[in-house]
T-cell receptor, first 113, second 111 residues
Framework: DGGITQSPKYLFRKEGQNVTLSCEQN?????MYWYRQDPGQGLRLIYY???????QKGDIAEGYSVSREKKESFPLTVTSAQKNPTAFYLC????????????FGEGSRLTVL | GIQVEQSPPDLILQEGANSTLRCNFS?????LQWFHQNPWGQLINLFY?????KQNGRLSATTVATERYSLLYISSSQTTDSGVYFC?????????????WGAGTKLIIKP
C-alpha cells in the first residue's frame, strides 16, 4: 500500500542525546515536510524539502537537522541543541510544492527524560 | 502572509447532532485542506477543497473562495467523530510554499 511510514512510533531518550526520526514515503512525492506538535497545540513547520538534495528551514528549525539524499526518505535529527525536544513529530508529503494534497504519517512521539 | 482562523475553538455535542466548523482565511488560496486528528494523534485527510463543494458520507465541505471562508459540515455525529479538526491553506501570493494552519476546533461527541 502507498503511504508514509514513520519510525519509531515512541522514543525515549536522555537529555543531551541526538535522536533521528525516520520518514519514508512510497507515493513518489517530490515535497516532504516535518512538523512538531505540542500537547493541545497546532502544527509548526520544522523543515521542508521540495526536491532531492535540497531543503528549507521552517518556522522552528533551531536544534533540528534534516537530509534528503533519496526522494523517498527525509530523516529528522533532533539535536542536543533543541531546548525542549519532547513533542509529537509528524512527517508529511505531497506531489508538488505548490498545490496538491498533503498526506501525513502516523507520527513519532519523543520523550526526553 | 495569509492568516487562517478557525471557529469555534471547542464544540461539545450529543451523538446524532449536526455541526458546522468554520475556517476563515485572509487571502486568495490555491490550496485548502481539512484534516481530522483522532485521539491517537493521527491526521486524517478529509477534504482537499480550494473551491467548491465536496461530500464524503456524513461529511461535506464548502469553500467560498471569493468570500474567503470554508465550512465543514458533520451530520448525525458519532463518538468516533471526536477529535481536533484542522484547516490549512496556502495563498497564491506566498512564495515559501508553506501551508498555514489554523489553531483547530476541538470536537467532543457525547454518547
Amino acid at each position: 500500500d502507498g503511504g508514509i511510514t514513520q519510525s519509531p512510533k515512541y522514543l525515549f531518550r536522555k537529555e543531551g542525546q541526538n535522536v533521528t526520526l525516520s520518514c519514508e514515503q512510497n507515493l513518489n512525492h517530490d515535497a516532504m515536510y516535518w512538523y512538531r506538535q505540542d500537547p493541545g497545540q497546532g502544527l509548526r513547520l520544522i523543515y521542508y524539502s521540495q526536491i532531492v538534495n535540497d531543503f528549507q528551514k521552517g518556522d522552528i528549525a533551531e536544534g533540528y537537522s534534516v537530509s534528503r539524499e533519496k526522494k523517498e526518505s527525509f530523516p529528522l535529527t533532533v539535536t542536543s541543541a533543541q531546548k525542549n525536544p519532547t513533542a509529537f513529530y509528524l512527517c508529511a508529503s505531497k506531489a508538488g510544492v505548490s498545490a496538491g494534497e498533503l498526506f501525513f504519517g502516523e507520527g513519532s512521539r519523543l520523550t526526553v527524560l | 502572509g495569509i492568516q487562517v482562523e478557525q471557529s469555534p475553538p471547542d464544540l461539545i455535542l450529543q451523538e446524532g447532532a449536526n455541526s458546522t466548523l468554520r475556517c476563515n482565511f485572509s487571502d486568495s488560496v490555491n490550496n485548502l485542506q481539512w484534516f481530522h486528528q483522532n485521539p491517537w494523534g493521527q491526521l486524517i485527510n478529509l477534504f482537499y477543497i480550494p473551491s467548491g463543494t465536496k461530500q464524503n458520507g456524513r461529511l461535506s465541505a464548502t469553500t467560498v473562495a471569493t468570500e474567503r471562508y470554508s465550512l465543514l459540515y458533520i451530520s448525525s455525529s458519532q463518538t468516533t467523530d471526536s477529535g481536533v479538526y484542522f484547516c490549512a491553506a496556502r495563498s497564491y501570493m506566498d512564495s515559501n510554499y508553506q501551508l498555514i494552519w489554523g489553531a483547530g476546533t476541538k470536537l467532543i461527541i457525547k454518547p
